[in-house]
């Protein structure tokens, strides 16, 4: 026969973790909806950024502008990997260090930078080289600034000839996807990549005073633009993917304690048939 005291206590436990992961799933779910918001609104002008900036690098010569340039063919290759701070958010970080792996392979020629502590234990864990950490900074897009400078010198002094922005892109509160960008050097817009309701008609654009003034000021602001979106994409994924989770561990206990208390009834009225039996037994036993 079941401990009928032992049952008790799991239930107990059960649905006390099913109010800690309520709670959690109700926080995450008010940040959520903030961060959402950032990430959603400023999308469109990041992507649009991307483009005209890729469109533009297509006119000039790229010796002119030394963000344009190929960068040293013998340089390193450096990955911004942008994960979160802490867990409880389901096979976000798992799915994200998963598709790094995938790119990187047996490439020994990448350094890292880790923006979130998830990423930075990822780093060390699997024996990759550490450049920076950009974790300790809360909010993450305080750190845009000191990291876009960071990334310009890195390829400025040709330590490295490609960066790349690792993150999860935020789709909608059920699905977040990881992403390769890179941002270093500026790659021109390819034939493929262009959508001909929005792209085409770049070409027909009359630019002043020049292209080589516009990116002078465009390009420092495409790099700053291009970090703080991926990080705010992160941000929006990190804490729907944790609504989710938390939701589903709610669930879990929840039927858990259903289960755990359809065992305890059965194990009580199992105990009280045995003790109902118990006494008509004895009360025979005295008649006889």
């Not at 008010?30 to 959603?40: D, L, Y």
């Not at 792209?199 to 495409?222: A, C």
């Not at 929006?236 to 208390?261: G, V």
Request: proline letters at 3%; a positive charge; aromatic letters at 6%.
């Amino acid at each position: 026969m079941a401990n009928t005291r032992i049952i008790k206590r799991r239930i107990k436990s059960a649905q006390n973790i099913s109010q800690i992961t309520k709670a959690m799933e109700m926080v995450a779910a008010s940040k959520m909806k903030k961060a959402q918001e950032e990430a959603v609104m400023g999308k469109p002008y990041a992507q649009k950024i991307y483009e005209v900036t890729r469109q533009l690098a297509g006119k000039i010569n790229r010796e002119s502008h030394p963000l344009l340039t190929l960068g040293n063919i013998t340089g390193k290759k450096l990955i911004v990997l942008i994960s979160t701070n802490k867990g409880l958010c389901g096979g976000l970080n798992t799915n994200l260090f998963r598709t790094v792996q995938k790119f990187v392979g047996t490439d020994k020629t990448y350094d890292f930078v880790a923006v979130g502590k998830k990423s930075q234990n990822f780093i060390v864990r699997t024996g990759k080289n550490l450049t920076a950490d950009f974790s300790a900074t809360i909010p993450f897009t305080e750190i845009v600034p000191p990291l876009t400078q960071y990334l310009v010198q890195g390829f400025l002094n040709e330590t490295y000839q490609e960066i790349y922005l690792v993150f999860n892109a935020f789709l909608s509160a059920l699905r977040q996807i990881p992403v390769t960008k890179m941002i270093l050097p500026i790659s021109t817009l390819k034939t493929e990549d262009k959508v001909a309701s929005d792209t085409d008609h770049f070409v027909e654009f009359l630019i002043e005073p020049s292209i080589d003034h516009v990116l002078d000021i465009l390009l420092p602001h495409y790099l700053e633009n291009q970090i703080r979106s991926s990080i705010l994409e992160a941000e929006a994924s990190e804490h729907s993917a944790r609504m989710i989770a938390m939701k589903n561990a709610t669930d879990a206990a929840f039927e858990l304690t259903q289960e755990l208390t359809l065992i305890y009834n059965k194990a009580r009225q199992e105990k009280i048939t045995n003790e109902i039996a118990d006494i008509v037994t004895a009360r025979l036993a005295v008649e006889v």
